[in-house]
C-alpha cells in the first residue's frame, strides 16, 4: 500500500481549541451588561425601522492591541455618550479582527501579545473580557464579523456588526450575517461600488444553511431565520469619496430599485477621508448639514477615533508602543472626537426629532 501523504499536505499542527460555551462558562455575562446589549440592539433596530429620530454613531479604535488603553477611552466614551444620548446613539467601536491586503498583524483574537505568538485562545478570553466589562460600564459595543467561528464565542456581547468591504461579497459573510442577532451593515465594494452590498443585504435577510460549530464547538449544519436589519455602509472607494450628496441621492435610488428601506451609514474614514484621517470631522461636518438640508436616509456614522491621533508601527521591543495610537489605520485623537460629536449633537439636537423617515 502507498505511503503517500495526501491529506494535510500544508498543515503543520492543529491545536484543541476551547468550546464557545466553555469560554462562556469561564467568563459569565452579568445581567447588567445583558441588559445593555439588548437596549443596544433594540435601539439600532427602532433607528432603522425609524421609531427612533436619533442617529448612532460607530467610534473607537481602528483595532484593538491595549486593553488599558481600551477601557480608558471606553470609560471617555461612555461619559460622552451619556451627554449626547438625546440626539446620538454612541456605539463603542471594539474591532479584534483586521482583514489584511497581504499579510501583517491580524488582530488581538489571533496574535493578542503582537509577537507572532498566536494565542489565539487567549485573544479569545482577552477579547471576551474586555466586551463584557465596556458592557458593564453601560456603553454598547460594535465589531467586524470576520472569522466565520468566532461568533460563537463573541456575538452575544455585541450590539451592531459590520462586514468588511472585503468580505461583503463573499458567501460565507452573507450567510453568517443571516444568523447574526445584531443589526448588521454592509460596506460597498473597494472600487466604490454598490452592487455587492446590495447583493448582500438581499442574501442576508434570507435564511440559510452552511457550516459551522454549535456551543459544544461539534461541526454543524447552522440553520438562520434570515437577518431582516441590514443596511449599507458608504466607505468611499478606488474612485474617491461617495458621502457626499450626489452619491447618497445615488444610493438612495439603488436601494429603492432593489426594495431595500433608504437605511444609509457613512464610514467617515477609508476613502471617504482619503485615508487622512484627519477629515474625518469634515465628513461628519458634510452629513450633518446633508440631515440639515432634509436628508431623510443617513442614520449613522462609522468613525475611527482613539485616544491620540494618527498610527504607529508595532515595534520589535513592544515597550516603545505609543499609548493610545492605533497600530492599524490612522484615527483622530480623543479631543477631536469630542468636538466633532458635540457639534453634531448641537446642530441636529431640534432637527431630528421632527425629522420624517
Known amino acids: 500500500m502507498s505511503n503517500t501523504v495526501i491529506e494535510n499536505v500544508n498543515v503543520d499542527a492543529q491545536e484543541i481549541l476551547i468550546t464557545p460555551a466553555a469560554l462562556k462558562a469561564a467568563l459569565p455575562m452579568s445581567d447588567a451588561a445583558k441588559e445593555v446589549i439588548s437596549q443596544g440592539r ?54 479584534f479582527e483586521k482583514p489584511r491586503t497581504t499579510v501583517g498583524w491580524k488582530g488581538l483574537i489571533n496574535d493578542p501579545y503582537l509577537n507572532d505568538t498566536f494565542k489565539i485562545e487567549e485573544g479569545l478570553h482577552i477579547g471576551r473580557k474586555l466586551l463584557l466589562d465596556i458592557s458593564e460600564l453601560g456603553l454598547p459595543t460594535s465589531t467586524e464579523a470576520l472569522d466565520p467561528i468566532s461568533p460563537q464565542y463573541l456575538q452575544d456581547c455585541i450590539s451592531w456588526s459590520a462586514i468588511g468591504a472585503r468580505t461583503t461579497e463573499s458567501q460565507t459573510h452573507r450567510e453568517m450575517a443571516s444568523g447574526l442577532s445584531s443589526a448588521v451593515g454592509f460596506k460597498n465594494g473597494t472600487d466604490g461600488g454598490l452592487t455587492v452590498a446590495l447583493n448582500a443585504i438581499g442574501s442576508a435577510v434570507k435564511p440559510h444553511r452552511f457550516l459551522g460549530i454549535n456551543g459544544d464547538g461539534q461541526v454543524s449544519v447552522i440553520h438562520t431565520r434570515g437577518n431582516a436589519y441590514t443596511h449599507i455602509v458608504l466607505r468611499g472607494g478606488s474612485t474617491g469619496p461617495n458621502y457626499d450628496s450626489v452619491h447618497i441621492k445615488l444610493c438612495e435610488a439603488a436601494l429603492d430599485k432593489a426594495g431595500i ?42 468613525v ?42 448641537d446642530r441636529l439636537k431640534d432637527i431630528l426629532p421632527t425629522r420624517k423617515r
Not at 427602532?46 to 470609560?75: E, Q, T, W
Not at 452629513?287 to 449613522?300: D, F, P, R
Not at 468636538?339 to 453634531?344: E, K, P, Q, S, W
Request: with cysteine; charged share 20%.
Open 304 to 345: 475611527e477615533s482613539h485616544i491620540n491621533a494618527g498610527n504607529q508601527s508595532i515595534p520589535e521591543d513592544l515597550s516603545e508602543l505609543a499609548y493610545g495610537v492605533s497600530v492599524t489605520d490612522g484615527c483622530i485623537g480623543w479631543e477631536e472626537t469630542e468636538t466633532a460629536l458635540r457639534t453634531m449633537r
Open 261 to 302: 428601506p433608504l437605511n444609509i451609514m457613512v464610514d467617515t474614514s477609508h476613502a471617504n477621508s482619503n485615508k487622512q484621517p484627519s477629515l474625518q470631522p469634515l465628513v461628519i461636518e458634510n452629513v450633518t448639514n446633508q440631515v440639515l438640508e432634509g436628508n431623510t436616509s443617513i442614520i449613522g456614522l462609522m
Open 42 to 95: 433594540d435601539t439600532v433596530r427602532n433607528i432603522l425601522d425609524g421609531k427612533d429620530h436619533r442617529m448612532f454613531v460607530v467610534v473607537g479604535p481602528c483595532s484593538i492591541h491595549d486593553i488599558d488603553a481600551a477601557m480608558d477611552y471606553a470609560r471617555r466614551l461612555k461619559a460622552l455618550a451619556d451627554e449626547l444620548s438625546d440626539t446620538l446613539v454612541i456605539i463603542m467601536r471594539v474591532y
